[in-house]
């Protein structure tokens, strides 16, 4: 069966600071992958997604960027934290060629000071 | 373009009770729609999908959605709320023909169950 990580769990980060988070799902191949911010009191926002290594797709401009070295594994980064990147971030995978379900992660709870 | 409408930001109901969280979507095409639950500091888990099919759809836990095409509607209800149920329900649209599976989420309404 399919199964998606997220690490760490919780970030506590200064401004200014770097980030990295990580996400890797394992019993699939080729998988879609996205990240989504979740801020606050609202809805999910879709940051990046990706259709295969090396693919990144950007949604909305950000102090953020993504990358896919791999086929199953999704990095979240950012060279200096603001404050606004505060927020619940969350990985998900899918099935190429259509319209499918995607699965999501536990998510990285991330709180710059 | 794609939207979707959540039209309660907060439902509260009594256990034992019918929940009925409304969502209205718009859509350029033959709509994909989705409702998703999150627990407290969790990940989202998928509910239910309606996918061009049987237009009242079952989910887990209970959970059923009708498809309304002239109403641009995917409510979700259930006949009798536990306290378990108490999360956030976010209802999803995804546009068939989109060429990838992005999807557009609503902003989200939190059941609260009263005991």
């Given at each position: 069966s399919q199964t998606i990580h997220q690490w760490p769990a919780t970030l506590v980060q200064p401004v200014g600071s770097p980030l990295s988070l990580e996400c890797t799902v394992e019993g699939t191949s080729n998988p879609n992958l996205y990240w989504y911010r979740q801020?606050?009191?609202?809805?999910?926002?879709?940051?990046?997604?990706?259709?295969?290594?090396?693919?990144?797709?950007s949604e909305v401009p950000q102090n953020l960027s993504a990358s896919r070295p791999q086929d199953r594994q999704f990095i979240l980064?950012?060279?200096?934290?603001l404050l606004s990147d505060s927020g619940f971030y969350l990985c998900a995978w899918s099935v190429g060629g259509g319209i499918e379900t995607q699965y999501f992660g536990p998510g990285t709870r991330l709180l710059v000071l | 373009a794609q939207s979707v409408t959540q039209l309660d930001s907060h439902v509260?109901?009594?256990?034992?009770?019918?929940?009925?969280?409304?969502?209205?979507?718009?859509?350029?095409y033959?709509?994909?729609l989705f409702w998703y639950v999150q627990h407290p500091n969790k990940g989202l888990q998928l509910l239910l999908k309606y996918t061009s099919a049987a237009t009242l759809v079952k989910g887990i836990n209970g959970f059923e959605a009708?498809?309304?095409k002239s109403e641009t509607s995917f409510h979700?209800?259930?006949p009798s709320a536990h306290m378990s149920d108490a999360a956030e329900y976010f209802c999803v649209v995804s546009d068939l023909g989109f060429g990838n599976e992005k999807l557009t989420f609503g902003t989200g309404t939190r059941l609260t169950i009263i005991p």
């Amino acid at each position: 069966s399919q199964t998606i990580h997220q690490w760490p769990a919780t970030l506590v980060q200064p401004v200014g600071s770097p980030l990295s988070l990580e996400c890797t799902v394992e019993g699939t191949s080729n998988p879609n992958l996205y990240w989504y911010r979740q801020a606050a009191g609202r809805g999910l926002q879709l940051l990046f997604y990706s259709v295969g290594i090396g693919q990144i797709s950007s949604e909305v401009p950000q102090n953020l960027s993504a990358s896919r070295p791999q086929d199953r594994q999704f990095i979240l980064s950012s060279k200096k934290l603001l404050l606004s990147d505060s927020g619940f971030y969350l990985c998900a995978w899918s099935v190429g060629g259509g319209i499918e379900t995607q699965y999501f992660g536990p998510g990285t709870r991330l709180l710059v000071l | 373009a794609q939207s979707v409408t959540q039209l309660d930001s907060h439902v509260s109901v009594s256990e034992g009770t019918p929940v009925l969280l409304r969502c209205n979507y718009s859509s350029s095409y033959s709509p994909s729609l989705f409702w998703y639950v999150q627990h407290p500091n969790k990940g989202l888990q998928l509910l239910l999908k309606y996918t061009s099919a049987a237009t009242l759809v079952k989910g887990i836990n209970g959970f059923e959605a009708e498809f309304k095409k002239s109403e641009t509607s995917f409510h979700l209800t259930k006949p009798s709320a536990h306290m378990s149920d108490a999360a956030e329900y976010f209802c999803v649209v995804s546009d068939l023909g989109f060429g990838n599976e992005k999807l557009t989420f609503g902003t989200g309404t939190r059941l609260t169950i009263i005991p």
